[in-house]
């Protein structure tokens, strides 16, 4: 009998990660030196992906009975486990489901925790699996391999031409650029693309995919994010609700009365009055940086405005571990860099020149002319407007016309 084990602890600051290997004589049975060569390079892999750890099916007969605690459950052609009692949409999928999140305790799916057998401990994972495989049975963090033959890439879907005219009253869909991307799929299975996505939105929505990218990122419209967004407000920059001095009473309306003196004072929060009441202490920001603080959250501290720069029409939207949106605080990054017209000294003769609109956004201020160029075949045609025409009275065409060409 040819047995694999791995194990994970957790000691002081650093994981340590254990292998052992027991090979023990079965009559009968030949152990393939492959296998400790399989073995070597998932302990690699694992090395390299911890302390998140991918617990994937080894390769092997994809109509194998997976055999654990006396339950048999089976394995499907694309290496998923399927529980007993679901049918084949209920299935666990082991390469990706019980990784997608370390917060969760096991799959979403189908309560994969009775075939996954994973479970998140704090700091500490443990987790175990194993299945028959010919004589023998091992235990096993091998990736699984890509399907032997080439599956077809799906079609793209038409995307109907821009009108060069507003239509009479806003359209609540957009129609151009809130689209599923056709080459997306998850992990190495082109079979998982948008429209599986779209099956079960709450799960999978926020899975990684081939490209790098997560599902609610690249399949927009299955994952709902085709609603188009109120005018926008100044939210931003508003008077916290929640500081005061030392009472209650004494609160930004209280600071606002003498600015001079209160908004130094520090409040019960620890924040002067001046970092919590920016519009009382008349401490708006203006300058269009990006903020070197703001990050997703507090386990991806990698993905900060120069990781929203690199998808700003679907990154822009995220709110970060502080609570700002990336539109808020990545200006730069999601292009909300609202340049200050100058005015002329005094009115031409000639007709007013093709140019820019300074005032014109789509949904949100920072979409403006120069969001639109980076993307002119999609957005061109979108419907926007500004305060004093309405949110949506004329596209990227009429207003952003050195950007869209229409001059």
Same mark, same amino acid.
């Given at each position: 009998?040819?047995?694999?084990?791995? =194990?994970?602890?957790?000691?002081?600051?650093?994981?340590?990660?254990?292998?052992?290997a027991? /090979?023990?004589?079965?009559?009968?049975?030949?152990?393939?030196?492959?296998?400790?060569?399989?073995?070597?390079?998932?302990?690699?892999?694992?090395?390299?992906?911890?302390?998140?750890?991918? %617990?994937?099916?080894?390769?092997? *007969?994809?109509?194998?009975?997976?055999?654990?605690?006396?339950?048999? *459950?089976?394995?499907?052609?694309?290496?998923?486990?399927?529980?007993?009692?679901?049918?084949?949409?209920?299935?666990?999928?082991?390469?990706?489901?019980?990784?997608a999140?370390?917060?969760?305790?096991?799959?979403?799916e189908a309560?994969?925790?009775?075939?996954?057998n994973?479970t998140?401990?704090?700091?500490?994972?443990?987790?175990?699996?194993?299945?028959?495989?010919?004589?023998?049975?091992y235990?096993?963090?091998?990736?699984?391999a @890509?399907?032997?033959?080439?599956?077809?890439?799906?079609?793209?879907?038409?995307?109907? %031409?821009?009108?060069?005219?507003?239509?009479?009253?806003?359209?609540?869909?957009?129609?151009?650029?809130?689209?599923?991307?056709?080459?997306?799929?998850?992990?190495?299975?082109?079979? =998982?693309?948008?429209?599986?996505v779209?099956?079960?939105?709450n799960?999978?929505?926020?899975?990684?995919?081939?490209?790098?990218?997560?599902a609610?990122?690249?399949?927009?419209?299955?994952?709902?994010?085709?609603? @188009?967004?109120?005018? &926008?407000?100044?939210?931003?920059?508003?008077?916290?609700?929640?500081?005061?001095?030392?009472?209650?009473?004494?609160n930004?309306?209280w /600071?606002?009365?003498?600015?001079?003196?209160?908004?130094?004072?520090?409040?019960?929060?620890?924040?002067?009055?001046?970092?919590?009441?920016?519009? %009382?202490?008349?401490?708006? &920001?203006?300058?269009?940086?990006?903020?070197?603080?703001?990050?997703l959250?507090?386990y991806?501290?990698?993905?900060?405005?120069?990781?929203?720069?690199?998808?700003?029409?679907?990154?822009?939207? =995220?709110?970060?571990?502080?609570?700002?949106?990336?539109?808020?605080?990545?200006?730069?990054?999601?292009g909300?860099?609202?340049?200050? &017209?100058?005015?002329?000294?005094?009115?031409?003769?000639?007709?007013?020149?093709?140019?820019d609109?300074?005032?014109?956004?789509?949904? =949100?201020?920072?979409?403006?002319?120069?969001?639109?160029?980076?993307?002119?075949?999609?957005?061109?045609?979108?419907?926007?407007?500004d305060?004093? %025409?309405?949110?949506?009275?004329?596209?990227?065409?009429?207003?952003?016309?050195?950007?869209?060409?229409?001059?």
């Open positions: 009998m040819f047995k694999l084990e791995a =194990k994970r602890g957790l000691m002081g600051p650093a994981f340590l990660l254990f292998f052992t027991v /090979v023990h004589a079965a009559e009968g049975v030949k152990v393939h030196s492959g296998e400790i060569e399989q073995f070597a390079e998932a302990q690699k892999r694992v090395d390299e992906s911890a302390p998140v750890v991918r %617990a994937n099916l080894a390769q092997g *007969t994809p109509t194998g009975v997976i055999k654990r605690q006396g339950v048999q *459950t089976r394995l499907l052609t694309n290496n998923d486990i399927l529980c007993p009692g679901y049918n084949e949409s209920d299935y666990c999928d082991c390469d990706y489901d019980c990784n999140n370390p917060a969760w305790c096991s799959c979403s309560e994969a925790e009775d075939c996954c994973m998140y401990m704090g700091s500490s994972y443990s987790y175990s699996y194993s299945y028959s495989y010919y004589s023998y049975s235990y096993s963090f091998i990736y699984t @890509p399907t032997t033959s080439p599956i077809p890439a799906p079609t793209a879907s038409p995307v109907p %031409a821009p009108t060069t005219s507003p239509t009479s009253s806003p359209s609540m869909q957009t129609t151009y650029n809130c689209r599923d991307d056709s080459t997306w799929y998850k992990g190495n299975n082109p079979l =998982k693309d948008c429209d599986w779209s099956k079960n939105t799960v999978r929505c926020g899975y990684k995919g081939n490209d790098g990218t997560y609610d990122e690249s399949c927009q419209r299955s994952c709902g994010g085709c609603v @188009p967004t109120p005018m &926008p407000t100044a939210a931003w920059c508003e008077d916290s609700t929640t500081w005061y001095r030392t009472k209650a009473s004494r930004c309306d /600071v606002s009365k003498n600015t001079d003196n209160r908004c130094a004072k520090t409040g019960v929060d620890g924040t002067t009055g001046e970092e919590s009441c920016l519009r %009382a202490c008349d401490n708006c &920001p203006t300058a269009c940086d990006d903020s070197t603080t703001w990050y959250s507090a991806e501290t990698f993905k900060n405005c120069d990781w929203v720069s690199e998808k700003s029409d679907a990154r822009c939207v =995220k709110t970060g571990s502080d609570g700002t949106t990336a539109g808020e605080s990545c200006s730069a990054a999601c909300g860099c609202v340049p200050t &017209p100058v005015p002329s000294t005094a009115p031409t003769s000639s007709p007013t020149p093709c140019k609109s300074t005032t014109w956004y789509r949904g =949100k201020t920072w979409k403006i002319c120069s969001w639109v160029g980076k993307d002119t075949d999609s957005r061109c045609g979108l419907m926007g407007g305060s004093t %025409a309405g949110a949506y009275s004329s596209t990227g065409y009429e207003s952003c016309q050195v950007t869209c060409g229409s001059c």
